[in-house]
């Protein structure tokens, strides 16, 4: 559930009586509109606030910015400025005279490098106070502690700092968001908090706080939301959390709480929980059956925590739950008995220690309204049933990484609704369904499938990936993936495929990762034209340990485009639900080329050939191997100042002159450079002599003219013969699609190897 959502019930603080609305600036153009009847101080004052800022930037559309006034006395009692002033908040600001204010909004603006000013004490009469999101930094003044009006108060999403703010004679205080700061150090009883007794919505999240929670939350009887994820808490959850007897939503997500979750740990005394997250901790021991007391739960989060033994029965009490995540434990047993869990939408079991078969008595294939269902990198075997296809809604398969055996039922694909399949890593047989060109993301990698690929892809297919690398394939590539215009990935390698190099699919305008590796392709790779390849969005092109014959064109990659991948090409648009593809964000964000293990003959063309000085622009380059080709030319020295470069390898290629000095080099191995009967200097024994050491590239014309045919990729090697481009680990672990890798880039990723 959103924050903003959570605050909803709220918004009936924010109505006021006998006040009348008037936009901001018509305000200050026209003191008097309609009702609106705001004294002559009051819109002096105003006016004086709104010059102090920029406002150029405001969002003049947004028809829930403005002003209103009490009919009655003229003061303002309610300013709503968001999104709309740029500046310095200062502590004079005549913001701080308009002594009648109730409601003051002023989230999303930009006070960047302000520090909270104490004079909001001045503002006695203050109910809610929104200052969310503005870059305000340093600690939340003392004085906030007068405003004992307040019923709401969010600074969220600033820089502010410290420990948690003192809130004494908040008395009234129904909402309090403090999330995405700096606050640190515990939740110190003395800070007051836990005397607010009036307080319903607490969020916390995104700070530094730390320390075990304290038995002091017991006292605050009235909340319904507790939001702390993203902290440093630690230990158990206290007993007297059994006193938040309202609390519908607890959200303790990515700490470091740690112990059993006893039955009489007060947390299935919470009857009215809605929301329970508890993923990313580290909880242990079994699941009590306790859980099934908690009937009207609608999300249960237990990802990546510890727990273990089989899931209780129980969990068929929780009838009203959505969505139902348990992935990344060590729990054990058959598949949990969920026929009353008629309204689960998402399921989650992944990366567990599950075994046995998917018994339809199990009452997962009666769950209508499933959209979401992963399985993936458990013990599940046998054939997969034929009662898949009565989850009609299913948008989201993933069984990956199991011993499932037998054909793929056609139910499993059948429908419309299907978005991802994922069955890679069984050991499945027979012949892929006609039905997967439907689905725009499959994965059928490493199975026991045979057969040709289906030659039926109509039209405009949806389908954006597929990988069937690492099974049984035989025939051609079907001509019919001409038609997969949304086509971004195609993976075959390691099958026995024997074609000729399927130049027509460079007609495909989205084609970025193309891998045909060890297969019995054969023939020229030279176009039949020579002239460029072609497939311009391409990033990633594998045609390694065929028996491609010819040489490559001088112009061979001159129309390439994917020179500069960017984080924003990421492939984030394969999303569902938050839940993002990562194989295919790391497939296209970065580039290499391998050409190695074929016949290939002749010189390597220009447009990649000699060491170009673009490549040393490439800023971001981190590994750079260029090792047992036939390269020559000099080593250009901007690759020297490449501060990302941790790793180069130029080994056995025909180079020559002095290696550049610098600090990327200086920590290179000597193996990195030999077999360059042209190269001197360090790490190498060959000190450099008079014409021993040509100079290094210079900039000339035909550079620059090279420099837009290059690939200036961030991490680029070229192959041939037995050489290999791009350096061993990437070649390897796109092939394999293995998740661990691929979120190394994007982040951390807790899965656990089992």
Partial sequence: MSKCSMHLNFLLVLLFCCVSPASFDLLLENPVVGLVACSPGQIQALTQFKNEFDTRGCNHSDNSNGVWCDNSTGGITKLQLSDCLSGTLKPNSSLFSLHHLRYLNLSENNFSSSSLPSEFRNLKKLE??????????????SSFSNLNKLSVLSLSDNDLTGSFPLVWNLTKLALLDLSDNHFSGPLNPKSALFELHQLRDLFLSNNNFSSSLSSE??????????YLPSNGFSGQVP?????????KVLRLSDNHFSGTLAPNSGLFELHELRFLMLDYNNFSSSLPSEFGNLNNLEFLYLTFNLFSGQIPPTISNLTSLVELFLDGNELTGSFPLVWNLTKLSMLDLSDNHFSGTLNPNSGLFELHDLRYLNLGYNNFSSKLPSEFGNLSILEVLSLESNSFTGDIPLSICNRSSLFSLVLSYNSFTGQIPRCLSTIPFVNLRENNLEGRLPDNFYVDASVQTLDVGRNQLVGKLPKSLINCSSLRVLVVDHNSIKDTFPFWLKALPNLEVFILRSNKFHGSISPPDQ???GFPELRILEIS?????????????LNW???????????????????????????????????????????????????????????????????????????????????????INVSHNQLKGEIPQGTQFSGQAESSFEGNAGLCGLPLQETCFGSNAPPTQQPN???EEEEVQVLSWKAVAFGYGAGMLLGLTIAQVIASFKPEWLTKIIGPYKRRNH
């Fill in 128 to 141: 809610v106070l929104s200052l969310s999101s503005n870059g305000f930094l340093g600690q939340v003044p």
């Fill in 217 to 226: 939350f017991g006292k605050l009887s009235n909340l319904e939301v507790l």
């Fill in 239 to 247: 007993p007297t959390i059994s006193n938040l007897t309202k609390l």
């Fill in 531 to 533: 002239g460029p390849l």
């Fill in 545 to 557: 340990d065929n028996s491609f014959t010819g040489s490559l064109p001088p112009n061979y990659f």
């Fill in 561 to 647: 485009k994917a020179s500069s991948p960017t984080p924003n090409e990421d492939g984030g648009d394969l999303q569902y639900k938050g839940i993002s593809m990562e194989q295919e964000k790391i497939l296209t964000f970065y580039a290499a080329i391998d050409f190695s293990g074929n016949k290939l003959e002749g010189q390597i063309p220009k447009s990649i050939g000699h060491i170009p000085l673009s490549l040393a622009n490439v800023t971001e380059l981190e590994s750079l191997d260029l090792s047992s080709n036939h390269l020559s030319g000099t080593i250009p020295n901007g690759l020297a100042s490449l501060s990302f470069l941790e790793y």
């Fill in 701 to 703: 014309d035909e550079d």
